[in-house]
């Protein structure tokens, strides 16, 4: 059973950091690209940060440039997002996704979603 357990979300001021972690179990975690995705209130859900399968490509958003880095542990199983200089316009779940291909066909794994609110 495939399972992506985010954590590490919060409420946090803006200019604060927060680091968020994906738990990844279930698949074989080494051989899938992993992301991070948010969706804010009333807003279509966004590619935040991804990061290839031998964690040698990384891409971010041009509004977190510079301020969020992923990285993975296949060790680990985990995927993680730091993310420094919070904004408020930041607000948003942020849900971790898995993607692996089988014959060509790519399939995709979610998590549940964390919160992170940056408020004054």
């Known amino acids: 059973q495939v399972q992506l357990v985010e954590s590490g979300g919060g409420l946090v001021q803006p200019g604060g950091s927060l680091r968020l972690s994906c738990a990844a179990s279930g698949f074989t975690f080494s051989s899938a690209a992993m992301s991070w995705y948010r969706q804010a209130p009333g807003k279509e859900r966004e590619l935040v940060a991804q990061?290839?399968?031998?964690?040698?490509?990384?891409s971010y958003t041009d509004s977190v440039k510079g301020r969020f880095t992923i990285s993975r542990d296949n060790i680990e199983n985990t995927v993680y997002l730091q993310m420094n200089s919070l904004k408020p316009e930041d607000t948003a779940v942020y849900y971790c996704?898995?993607?692996?291909?089988?014959?060509?066909?790519?399939?995709?794994?979610w998590g549940q979603g964390t919160q992170v609110t940056v408020s004054s």
């Open positions: 996704n898995a993607r692996k291909f089988e014959f060509l066909r790519p399939i995709d794994y």
């Open positions: 990061m290839g399968v031998g964690g040698n490509t990384r």
